[in-house]
Nanobody, 126 residues
Framework: QVQLVESGGGLVQTGGSLRLSCAVS????????MGWFRQAPGKEREFVAG????????SYADFVEGRFTISRDNAKITLYLQMNSLKPDDTAVYYC???????????????????WGQGTQVTVSS
């Protein structure tokens, strides 16, 4: 059983930065493609960024526009999302997710995930 625990959310002003973390327990990264999703009030959950099971491939939603970076630390078994140049439209609950298998970074954008974290709130004030 895999458990995902997000942290790092908070309140930030427009243009600010946050780094989200997702601690993974139960497995190593080698078995999973990982990603970040978000859900704003009244909207459907959407894909933000993905990391391939090998850790070498990345994929981002169009709205990221080069502002976010997904990465992982194999020793700490932790997934990160560095978010820069934040906008009010980035306000949402951010979720970490994992798909069991040797998948590419973009796999998570269009396929169901096997595991989800509880989410961390990101609020960007104008």
């Amino acid at each position: 059983q895999v458990q995902l625990v997000e942290s790092g959310g908070g309140l930030v002003q427009t243009g600010g930065s946050l780094r989200l973390s997702c601690a993974v327990s139960g497995r190593t990264f080698s078995s999973y493609a990982m990603g970040w999703f978000r859900q704003a009030p009244g909207k459907e959950r959407e894909f933000v960024a993905g990391l391939s099971w090998s850790g070498t491939g990345t994929s981002y939603a169009d709205f990221v526009e080069g502002r976010f970076t997904i990465s992982r630390d194999n020793a700490k078994i932790t997934l990160y999302l560095q978010m820069n140049s934040l906008k009010p439209d980035d306000t949402a609950v951010y979720y970490c997710a994992a798909a069991s298998g040797p998948y590419s970074a973009s796999y998570l954008a269009n396929r169901p995930c096997d595991y989800w974290g509880q989410g961390t709130q990101v609020t960007v004030s104008s």
